[in-house]
Nanobody, 116 residues
Framework: QVQLVESGGGLVQPGGSLRLSCAAS????????MSWYRQAPGKERELVAS????????NFADSVKGRFTISRDNTKNTVYLQMSSLKPEDTAVYYC?????????WGQGTQVTVSS
């Protein structure tokens, strides 16, 4: 049974930081590129960051470049999203995604709210 379980969301003030984690099970984690997406109320889900299978390559949405980093630990089957200098517009539900060929797995999401 495939599972992606996100954690680490919460309420943070503007300028603050959060670290999201996504623990994977039920598939060969190290074979899958991993991504973080987010969806704000009334908006479409958007790609935030992605990382290759080995972690050697990363990609970020323009809106988070320089503020967010993505990393993975294949020994722990976990992918992380370190978010810094958070802005109110970063408020959204953040989802972990694993995709390879026709396999596409999603977590249940974790809420991040940036507000004073």
């Amino acid at each position: 049974q495939v599972q992606l379980v996100e954690s680490g969301g919460g309420l943070v003030q503007p300028g603050g930081s959060l670290r999201l984690s996504c623990a994977a099970s039920g598939f060969t984690f190290s074979n899958y590129p991993m991504s973080w997406y987010r969806q704000a109320p009334g908006k479409e889900r958007e790609l935030v960051a992605s990382i290759t299978t080995t972690g050697s390559g990363t990609n970020f949405a323009d809106s988070v470049k320089g503020r967010f980093t993505i990393s993975r630990d294949n020994t722990k089957n976990t992918v992380y999203l370190q978010m810094s200098s958070l802005k109110p517009e970063d408020t959204a539900v953040y989802y972990c995604n694993a995709r390879r060929w026709n396999m596409n797995y999603w977590g249940q999401g974790t809420q991040v709210t940036v507000s004073s």
